[in-house]
Each structure stands twice: as C-alpha cells, then as structure tokens.
C-alpha cells in the first residue's frame, strides 16, 4: 500500500521568501504524484501533477515540484511566497493503475506574514 | 456550475442520531470517492465507487454506508454517530477507465456531533 509523509508540519514565513515542503512517499510501483492546496474555509484544489515526463513540473500560481525518483521524493517549491499563499498544501500519491484513490500525507499548514 | 457539490454543508447533530450527506457531481466521470478530514485536516479515502459499483471500501466502521444510486450520485448514510464522527466530509470524482490522475473535489461537509 502507498504512503505519504510531509515533514514540515507548520512553516511560517514572511512575504518574498521561498518556500520548499518536503513529501516522500513509499511504494514500490510506478505512482502519480500532485500536491493540493486548501485555502482557509475552501475545498482542495490541484496545484500540479506529476504522471511522467520531465521531473520538474510546473503548477499555477509560480508553484512547481520536482519528481526525485531515487529519493521517492516530490518536493513544492516556490522562489517568492505572498501573503495569499497562505494555506494548508497536502502531497498526494496514487498508484498507477485504474480506479485507485490519491492517498494524502498529513498536510503542511503555511502561513505568510506581510 | 459547481462541477461536485455536496450538501449540507454544514450538520450539527446528537450522538446516536442518523444522517445523511449527499453528493453529486455534474462532470460526467464514472468514479466516485469519499474522503474525511479530521480535525487535524488528515485526509483518509473512505470509499470509491465505479460507476455504481464499490471499488474501495477501507477500514470504516458498519455504521457507514455509502449509497450511488447512479454514477452522478454517491451519498454516504451514517447510523448511531459518535463523537469521532465529527469531521469534514469530503466527496470527489474522477474518469475512470484507463485514466488515472486528479480528483475534483466538492467544497465539503463538515459534521458536528454532540
């Protein structure tokens, strides 16, 4: 079975500095990998995917993550956060395969001071 | 439009009571799943329904039981709720078939328990 494990549980920045959000995951097959964002009081909402290709992926809103194979690796980054960054993100894998479920690690709540 | 929409959004109920939370979404998928976030916001796929058919059906007790009386609708009925019930209670689709990827999630229903 997947698993997803984000280590940062709560980071807290001011507005310009970058950001990166760990998640590593375990599973021994090929996987799709996103992250999501849940803004205060929203639903989820994909920021980007990863299903093959090139291993820096680029999302909305100057996010993008880089697919570390060796490493099971899946890291956000953004150069410049803004105050409206703030937000939980979660890191999420599926297993390649038909009808499966994104399984989510536990979530890291960002907050950006302006 | 709202592409998956869930209602109610909001429930406050007594222990012991019965509920219901409906889901509905208007994207065409064939692929229906039901997540809860607890309070620490750990979301935990609960169940998948392909096109009527249950597919996924992870460790949840009896008392809940989904229902998808067609492959727009997956409504989840809860019997006898407790107090670690009280949760947000995610529904999301998918295509299905040889698709795999992102899930596009309603706006949630949260659950109070008393």
């Known amino acids: 079975a997947q698993s997803v494990s984000q280590h940062n549980h709560h980071v807290i920045l001011s507005e310009a500095a970058s950001l990166e959000l760990g998640c590593n995951y375990s599973?021994?097959?090929?996987?799709?990998l996103f992250w999501y964002v849940q803004y205060p009081g929203q639903h989820l909402q994909l920021l980007l995917k990863y299903f093959s290709g090139d291993p820096l992926v680029k999302g909305i809103k100057g996010f993008e993550a880089e697919f570390i194979k060796s490493k099971f690796s899946f890291n956000l980054r953004k150069p410049s956060v803004q105050w409206s960054d703030t937000a939980e993100y979660f890191c999420?894998?599926?297993?390649?395969?038909?009808?499966?479920?994104?399984?989510f690690g536990k979530g890291t709540t960002l907050s950006v001071s302006s | 439009d709202t592409a998956v929409s869930q209602t109610p959004k909001y429930l406050v109920t007594q222990m012991g009571n019965d509920k219901s939370i409906k889901c509905e979404q208007n994207?065409?998928?064939?692929?229906m799943y039901w997540y809860k976030q607890d309070s620490k916001k750990f979301l935990k796929i609960m169940f998948s329904?392909?096109?009527?058919?249950?597919?996924i059906n992870e460790t949840v007790p009896n008392r809940f039981s989904p229902k998808s009386p067609d492959k727009a609708h997956l409504n989840l009925h809860i019997n006898s709720l407790e107090l670690g019930d009280s949760a947000v209670y995610f529904c999301?689709?998918?295509?299905?078939?040889?698709?795999?990827?992102?899930?596009?999630f309603g706006e949630g229903s949260r659950l109070t328990v008393l």
């Open positions: 329904y392909n096109n009527k058919e249950l597919i």
């Open positions: 999301a689709s998918s295509p299905s078939g040889a698709y795999t990827g992102e899930l596009f």
């Open positions: 994207l065409g998928h064939d692929t």
């Open positions: 599973y021994g097959g090929t996987v799709n």
């Open positions: 999420a894998v599926q297993a390649n395969q038909a009808g499966t479920a994104l399984i």
